[in-house]
């Protein structure tokens, strides 16, 4: 009877699951936006949802661009761009550099950003960003659709106003959003931290005292 109930259990499972074809279902993703600029022309942005780290040592990162938007000859030209990190006051402004083309209007006037200068880049970051990467591009790698951008983050700037009176970067209270399956969310509770999982518990006092 339990082995009858067991292979029951086992169908029920298998049921509920629904096979689609191959697609990009990896969410949540960081929605970014990336700025660059060809000498001589206004700076643009794009905003991609196709980003990630790659390597620590050195500091790597990668963007992936379809070949036909306006921001991928400026960045194989240029060989440089800056990541900028989205927060949810940033929300509107990075759907609509990701949905509107820089061919056709200037997406910094629009939005009403403010291009700020990197020390290791020409391209500028955006000046509400929480963070600004200075990225330098190393190898670009033809895929598909898209083309894989992958570089190396030659300088870091960040928003003074997340720097506590320790000298801590609370980068996780400026509100950060991500993007999954066509949708954007503030990140929420905070669940745990790096290595929670296998760290020891501190002991706390007996409260007893030794006899003198």
């Known amino acids: 009877m339990k082995k009858q109930e067991t292979n029951k259990n086992k169908n029920s499972i298998k049921s509920s699951r629904v096979t689609w074809k191959p697609g990009n279902m990896l969410y949540p993703v960081p929605a970014v936006m990336v ?111 898209h083309d894989l951008f992958l570089a190396e983050v030659v300088g870091v700037t960040v928003d003074s106003r997340y720097m506590d009176e320790k000298g801590k970067f609370r980068l996780n209270e400026a509100g950060l959003i991500s993007y999954s399956h066509g949708e954007y969310f503030e990140l929420g509770k905070k669940l745990g931290s790096f290595g929670y999982s296998v760290k020891k518990a501190e002991k706390k006092p007996s409260g007893r005292r030794k006899n003198k």
């Open 35 to 145: 700025s660059c600029q060809r000498e001589g022309e206004p700076p643009n942005i794009i905003t991609v949802a196709w980003a990630g780290t790659i390597c620590s040592s050195p500091a790597m990162l990668s963007i992936s661009i379809r070949p036909e938007r306006h921001s991928y000859d400026i960045i194989k030209e240029t060989r440089e761009f800056a990541v900028n990190l989205v927060t949810k006051d940033l929300v509107r402004a990075a759907d609509y550099c990701g949905v509107k083309s820089g061919r056709d209007v200037d997406k910094f006037t629009q939005m009403k950003l403010t291009p700020c200068s990197l020390e290791h880049i020409k391209a500028p970051g955006i000046e509400e960003c929480p963070v600004n990467l200075a990225c330098r591009v190393v190898e670009i790698k033809p895929l598909g659709s």
